[in-house]
Structures are given as C-alpha cells and as structure tokens.
C-alpha cells in the first residue's frame, strides 16, 4: 500500500487502464451476465451501504428483500416461498443441499448422505460435494442431453437425501424431465432441488411452455439468478424454498447483531443488489422479461439460420438462448476465434462443442460479423 494516497485524478486514470483491459460484451458470446439494466445500477449505487448482515439496521432494504423474495415465488408459482438473496447460484445450490442434509439428517443418521445429479450439472455442486462431505452420484444423459430418468433411479438408496434437475443446463441451456423427478422424489420421499439459475429469467417468458418450478409437487427448492438473465447487478442470486421449515435448517445464532438469527451462507452481505434486483423486476415486469427473452430467442433462430449457410449446424434444436455447434476440432477453432478475431466463446466438454449464449447485448450486427468470423477460421 502506498504511504499516502494518490490524487482522485490518479486513481480515475489508472482505474481506466484497467478497464480497458477487460473484454467489452459486445465481443462476448460466452457469458451468462450481461451489462445490467440502468435501472439496477441506479438503486445499487443508492444503496451501496447497506448491509443485509445486520439487516435490523437496514429495515428498509429488507423490506425489498422480502418482496423480491415474494414475487420471484409468483413468478415460480408458490407465493409463499421462503428464501433469500445469495451472491448467485453456487451460493444458492451450496445452501439447498446443505439444508436437505440438515432437515433429512435424523432418517439417514450415520451413514454418508447422497444426492444424484444430473452429468450436466454445473461445476458448484462439485464444490457442494467438497464442502459438504456429501456424496455426488451423477446421472447419464439421453441423447436429447436431459438426464436419464431410468439414471436417476439406478442411483437412489437409503442414503440419498435428495435430487438435483436443471432448468437450463449450463452448456446445453437444456432442461431435464422436471416433472417425472418430481415424482420420483415424492415416491422417494426424498427433496428435489431444481437449478433454473439461468432458466428461471427465461422459461416464464417463452411461448412454449415448460412444466419446472413449484407447480410440481416434489419440487422443494429453486435457484433462480437475477444476475444473468434478470438484468440485475453482480451478486444477485435467490433461493426459495417450499417449507419455512427448509429454511430454517440453515438457521445459525448471530447473538450481538441487531437481530438474533442468521440463515445466510454469507455474514455481511450486498443490500446493493436487494436494491438493484427488486428495481429491474418492478421496472421490467413479466412484459419487459418477455419482450428481452423474445429478442434473445428471435436472435437466437436468426443465428442458426446464418449459420445454416455455412453448413454449420447445433448439436440439439435450443430450447432457449444458449447454443451448441457441432464443429470440427472445436478447441482450436474456439482459440483461433478468440485470437484472430477477438471473440469470446466456450467449449462444452461432451461431447466438444462450440458454445455461445445469445445474451441481451447480442445483436444481429453482432451476429452477422460473428459467423463472418467463424466461415473464415473454418475456411482456412
Ligand atoms: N447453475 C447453473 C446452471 C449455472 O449455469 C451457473 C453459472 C451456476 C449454477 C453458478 O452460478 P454463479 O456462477 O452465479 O454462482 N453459469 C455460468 C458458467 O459457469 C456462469 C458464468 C457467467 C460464466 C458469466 C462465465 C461468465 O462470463 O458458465
């Protein structure tokens, strides 16, 4: 650290260079976060203070929390879901399954719990597994890439406390056969977490539509992102659950703070986004979610039909914004992309794809000069 500070000047100048380094999205077709809607980073700079740790000294902001935490149950059709804002996803799923574990823990005493997962499911529950001291049993995948429901099965026994499907699976935005796990957990009398991380801001607002959230009865909790497809600031995540009961698994005594219980992964935490997430829902509504998906899934169509010319096809029809391309040699296309042409995409692993989420800043001029691109480093 410096002995004395610098001038505001010096530190707006060599904050620019930084930022400068780092990728404009408009380059971007990799990502799950987009820029967030002006109207989030309004209320996260207005209460950039606030701290959700103490929240009996933030009532406001709490406030706020309790009614994004009301209407993302709404909008998951079970109003009265109890949850809170985690800092994303892996947060979320960290506390989903380290709740089944304490609610399920008298049945399955002293042996070492399980949850099956599907082969998809993203890299947190690796960390929920480490973390945990719970066994990750991971189930095959049909063809369609959902997961194998005959799979799933194979893995229950005595020990396993719950069940994870994914609404919008990370590589493949792919969405696994929700209402059969539903029933199977209900059989099983075990919980079912569903990971809608990204799906949970698009599927609502699709045309089609598909059977996922809390309608099903064996669905016990759901993590739904504001930071990706919401349009909120970075870190917005939520977590619901069915029973208060479920919540209350993750309770911890926080004696000296201004309130007496703490159900957070978390001590301090960001009121910033309570803010920013509860502006951008109200602002947009079901009408603005629906109208920024059907961009998304319209630009989706129009890349496919691009890359139709170019004899380059998806590996499934997507279901929502996130697309997989069967290419040759797909590693090196993806570095030559990225070093020739600056552009940012992914890999899925399995098999190896070119992946590109079709995120709000896409546009079709991005598109266009994308697959301009991707002819030339496939040409030569
Ligand atoms: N569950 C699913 C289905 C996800 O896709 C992700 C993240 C998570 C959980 C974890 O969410 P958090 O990272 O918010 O805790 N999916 C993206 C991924 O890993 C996240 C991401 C976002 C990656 C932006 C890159 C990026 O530029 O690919």
Known sequence: MNK????????????KISKGQDLKYERVLSSMCTYPHRVAVEAHMDFIESNMGDFGLFRGTYELERQVISSLGQLLNYPDAAGYMTTGATESNIQAIRSMRNVSRPASCCERPNI????????SFDKVSDILDIELRKASLDTNLKVSVNSVEDLIDKNTIGLVAIAGSTEFGQIDPIERLSEIALQNNIFLHVDAAFGGFVLPFLDAVYEFDFKLPGVSSIAIDPHKMGLSTIPSGVLLFR??????????DTPYLTVSTQYTLTGTRSGASVAATWAVINYLGQEGYRKTVSKCMELTAYLLQ??????????IEPVMNVVALKVPEADLVRNRLAKEFNWQVSITQNPHCLRLVIMPHVTAEIIGSFVRDLHEVLRS
Do not use: C, M, N, W
């Open 243 to 252: 029973e208060s009961e479920q919540l209350e698994g993750l309770k911890a």
């Open 306 to 315: 691009e890359l139709e010319r170019i004899e380059v096809y998806p590996l």
């Open 116 to 123: 099956v997962v599907p082969d998809s499911a993203h890299f």
């Open 4 to 15: 004395t500070g610098l001038s505001e000047a010096q530190i707006r100048d060599l904050l």
